[in-house]
């Protein structure tokens, strides 16, 4: 009796081994199927659809692997994302997320074990080298870079022509004599020159990284609002466009596409992405044109700056190596994939030497024959690089209250100082 009581004591020890054994597999996200290779995205139009262009590419070089591509709101991955980290279970997530660059930091350094190094996966001096700070930690690639915020100037030519001015009147200007012409603009036409949402800064960040200035200091960490002369000198800026009339406010996306789309304004400042939204008023083809965007008034300021814009990132769970390999093979190296990028969905990468190809030197008829996708890529290469940090949105959520302020007569080297008051005692 006490052998098969002894029998069933180690019966019942082995089988509760392996079940807390299997419980503790599942909630490190172990896959037993490692030719699965899953992907979270947001945006079925842009970033979704050239994940599943990356898929069909790859099926060539290796149909063997399943990789499904998932669906989320931004907002979701970034809860998500948080919330599985922090608690140090990788069950659920996927083997490869995009996340947008002005955020990367935050992921990178709050979870540097939970990251696959992609360091020599792909070749990161073929990629414009402003995308590389954001996606890199002490000298290791982490991110993959995908899509360019480069921006650019889009202004209606016709509107130009009637106050006197050609295309080439507003190559490589400064704001100033954005905000001289756009005076003369108004006067022959009535149009303002820009919409602008007051709660949103990304007009500033565009001003202040022309000058290779951020919110925060080198380190990424350090709030650098008070004494920024980039800042100052681009909210002065923001405020001259506002006192000379020449911005219509908006409060939604869709009425800032109204803005361009109903004729409404002269110029439209802001990434290369909003290109197909131009495109989409069909009626006013021939008409619009593109300049490099308007630098700063300030020493080192250029004509080349970025909005917006993500990367992708390989998770440290099983398959991490499959999943880089499929991104190395396309995102990472495959210019024949991001001509197709750029016909299918108007998409300009990051990748230099895909700019040697057919999609890129095409003419656009819609910009009056401009070779719109190079000049872009031109200006690409010409963008500051610079730490966006980890507080971009934290930083911007007390500024665009002070910069209210500003306009209702605050000074603004008060309001910059109580900012970084606020920041500093915010962020830790």
Same mark, same amino acid.
């Given at each position: 009796?006490?052998?098969?009581?002894?029998l069933?004591?180690?019966?019942?020890l082995m089988?509760?081994?392996c079940?807390s054994?299997s419980?503790?597999?599942?909630?490190s996200g172990a896959s037993?199927?490692?030719?699965k290779?899953t992907?979270?995205?947001?945006?079925?139009n842009?970033?979704?659809?050239?994940m599943?262009?990356?898929?069909?590419?790859y099926k060539?070089?290796?149909?063997?692997?399943d990789?499904q591509?998932?669906?989320?709101?931004?907002d979701?991955?970034?809860?998500?994302l948080?919330?599985s980290?922090?608690s140090?279970t990788?069950k659920g997530?996927?083997?490869?997320?995009?996340?947008e660059d002005?955020?990367a930091?935050s992921?990178?350094?709050?979870y540097?074990d939970?990251?696959?190094?992609?360091t020599g996966?792909?070749n990161?001096?073929?990629?414009?080298q402003y995308?590389?700070?954001?996606t890199s930690?002490d000298?290791?690639?982490y991110?993959?870079?995908?899509d360019?915020?480069v921006?650019?100037?889009?202004?209606?030519?016709?509107y130009?022509?009637?106050a006197?001015?050609?295309?080439?009147?507003l190559?490589n200007?400064?704001w100033?004599k954005?905000?001289e012409i756009?005076k003369k603009?108004?006067?022959?036409t009535?149009k303002n020159?820009?919409?602008?949402?007051?709660?949103?800064?990304?007009?500033?960040r565009?001003m202040?990284q022309s000058a290779?200035?951020?919110?925060t200091k080198?380190?990424?960490?350090?709030p650098n609002?008070?004494?920024?002369k980039?800042l100052k000198?681009a909210?002065e800026?923001?405020?001259?466009?506002l006192?000379?009339d020449l911005v219509?406010p908006?409060s939604d996306?869709s009425q800032f596409l109204a803005?361009?789309?109903?004729?409404d304004v002269?110029t439209?400042p802001?990434g290369n992405w909003?290109?197909?939204?131009?495109?989409?008023?069909?009626s006013q083809?021939?008409?619009w044109?593109v300049?490099?965007m308007?630098r700063?008034?300030?020493e080192?300021a250029v004509?080349a700056s970025?909005?917006g814009?993500?990367?992708?990132?390989?998770? #440290?769970?099983?398959?991490?190596?499959? @999943?880089a &390999?499929? $991104?190395?093979?396309?995102f990472?190296? !495959?210019?024949?994939?991001?001509?197709?990028l750029?016909k299918?969905?108007g998409?300009?990468?990051t990748?230099?030497p895909a700019?040697?190809?057919?999609?890129y030197?095409?003419?656009d008829?819609f910009?009056?024959?401009q070779?719109v996708?190079?000049d872009?890529?031109?200006?690409t290469?010409?963008?500051?690089?610079i #730490?966006?940090?980890l507080?971009?949105? @934290?930083i &911007?959520? $007390?500024l665009a209250?002070e910069?209210? !302020?500003?306009?209702k007569?605050k000074?603004l080297?008060?309001a910059?100082?109580?900012?970084?008051?606020q920041?500093?005692?915010?962020i830790?």
């Amino acid at each position: 009796m006490k052998k098969v009581l002894a029998l069933l004591l180690v019966s019942i020890l082995m089988l509760a081994a392996c079940s807390s054994g299997s419980k503790t597999e599942e909630t490190s996200g172990a896959s037993k199927d490692t030719n699965k290779v899953t992907v979270w995205a947001w945006d079925p139009n842009f970033n979704i659809k050239a994940m599943n262009l990356a898929k069909d590419a790859y099926k060539s070089i290796n149909s063997d692997v399943d990789i499904q591509v998932i669906e989320n709101a931004q907002d979701d991955i970034i809860q998500k994302l948080n919330t599985s980290l922090s608690s140090g279970t990788t069950k659920g997530l996927p083997n490869i997320v995009l996340i947008e660059d002005y955020r990367a930091q935050s992921f990178l350094q709050a979870y540097p074990d939970m990251f696959y190094d992609l360091t020599g996966k792909f070749n990161a001096k073929d990629f414009a080298q402003y995308k590389i700070a954001p996606t890199s930690v002490d000298g290791k690639n982490y991110g993959l870079p995908f899509d360019t915020g480069v921006a650019g100037l889009y202004v209606r030519t016709d509107y130009l022509q009637n106050a006197g001015y050609t295309v080439a009147d507003l190559q490589n200007i400064d704001w100033k004599k954005y905000i001289e012409i756009g005076k003369k603009v108004k006067a022959a036409t009535g149009k303002n020159m820009l919409t602008q949402d007051p709660n949103d800064l990304g007009l500033i960040r565009m001003m202040i990284q022309s000058a290779g200035s951020w919110y925060t200091k080198e380190d990424g960490k350090t709030p650098n609002l008070a004494g920024n002369k980039a800042l100052k000198v681009a909210f002065e800026t923001y405020k001259e466009l506002l006192d000379a009339d020449l911005v219509t406010p908006v409060s939604d996306w869709s009425q800032f596409l109204a803005g361009f789309n109903n004729g409404d304004v002269a110029t439209v400042p802001t990434g290369n992405w909003i290109t197909p939204s131009v495109k989409a008023e069909a009626s006013q083809s021939g008409k619009w044109a593109v300049v490099p965007m308007p630098r700063l008034d300030i020493e080192g300021a250029v004509n080349a700056s970025n909005l917006g814009g993500s990367s992708w990132y390989v998770l #440290n769970v099983p398959g991490k190596e499959k @999943a880089a &390999e499929f $991104l190395a093979k396309t995102f990472g190296s !495959n210019v024949d994939f991001y001509q197709t990028l750029n016909k299918e969905m108007g998409a300009i990468g990051t990748y230099a030497p895909a700019t040697k190809g057919e999609a890129y030197q095409a003419a656009d008829e819609f910009f009056g024959g401009q070779k719109v996708v190079s000049d872009f890529a031109k200006w690409t290469e010409q963008i500051p690089q610079i #730490n966006y940090g980890l507080h971009t949105y @934290a930083i &911007e959520d $007390l500024l665009a209250v002070e910069a209210q !302020n500003y306009i209702k007569g605050k000074k603004l080297d008060k309001a910059l100082e109580d900012a970084q008051k606020q920041a500093e005692a915010q962020i830790k």
